[in-house]
């Protein structure tokens, strides 16, 4: 069982719409991070959380740690936004600290114009 | 700021031989991070280095190996390639570790033919 879910794996959408992606972890972390990739291979953080809600423009991610889950929203999706997003966890170790990240397999957007 | 970067970018060799990658961190990180990319494992965390030192290690063969200068600059070393070793090699930087927010290089496409 893959220790970091994430749905949809597809999601094509028309532009302005709403979008959100969802991601459930099973273990504790010390953060999450999404990633955003676009084709080629370039990945970019958009946000690392440890609690709460961070916004960044028409980004917003939210993680609520008691229920081992996080968002993704994007407002007015424009076909820019198209890229493969990752949720991405550091899993708390029995020391306290964290390992490497342990990725999702990402959910494939697609934004119409 | 500069960003991470890679050399090379591509490369293609043949089973059997060994490889050398390099990671140049952003100025002033100490931790990077490196991550192997494949369509069908998708990202995976393969090691960790900070100060020079190897912090964490995932679960790789002892083929995969690393290490970290005192410029914090890493390089990461394959030895007997084998086919399923073709993949997107992408390395991250931080400022601290265990769990710290990192910064993606472009990643080196490696070709195992």
């Known amino acids: 069982k893959n220790e970091v879910e994430q749905s949809p794996q597809n999601l094509t959408a028309q532009e302005g719409e709403f979008i959100t992606i969802n991601c459930s972890y099973s273990?504790?972390?010390?953060?999450l991070h999404w990633l955003q990739q676009h084709p080629g291979g370039g990945i970019v953080s958009l946000f690392m959380?440890?609690?709460g809600k961070k916004k960044h423009g028409r980004l917003i991610a939210t993680i609520n740690i008691q229920e081992k889950h996080s968002s993704l929203h994007i407002t007015a999706s424009h076909p820019r936004d198209s890229a493969v997003y990752i949720c991405?966890?550091?899993?708390?170790?029995?020391?306290?600290?964290?390992?490497?990240?342990?990725f999702g397999k990402g959910t494939h957007l697609i934004i119409q114009p | 700021k500069a960003g991470v970067t890679q050399t090379p970018r591509y490369l293609i060799k043949t089973r059997g031989q060994q490889v050398t990658l390099s990671c140049s961190p952003i100025?002033?990180?100490?931790?990077v991070s490196w991550y192997q990319q494949t369509p069908g494992q998708g990202l995976q965390f393969l090691f960790e280095?900070?100060?020079?030192?190897?912090?964490n290690k995932g679960n790789f063969p002892g083929r995969f190996s690393g290490r970290q200068f005192s410029n914090s600059r890493s390089e990461m070393n394959v030895s007997t390639l084998e086919l399923g070793d073709s993949a997107l090699y992408l390395c991250?930087?931080?400022?601290?570790?265990?769990?710290?927010?990192?910064?993606f290089g472009p990643g080196t496409r490696l070709t195992v033919l």
């Open positions: 273990v504790g972390i010390s953060a």
């Open positions: 280095y900070f100060s020079e030192t190897q912090r």
């Open positions: 991405a966890v550091f899993l708390r170790t029995s020391g306290g600290g964290a390992d490497g990240l342990t």
């Open positions: 959380l440890s609690s």
């Open positions: 991250a930087s931080s400022l601290g570790t265990s769990g710290t927010q990192q910064f």
């Open positions: 100025s002033g990180h100490r931790s």
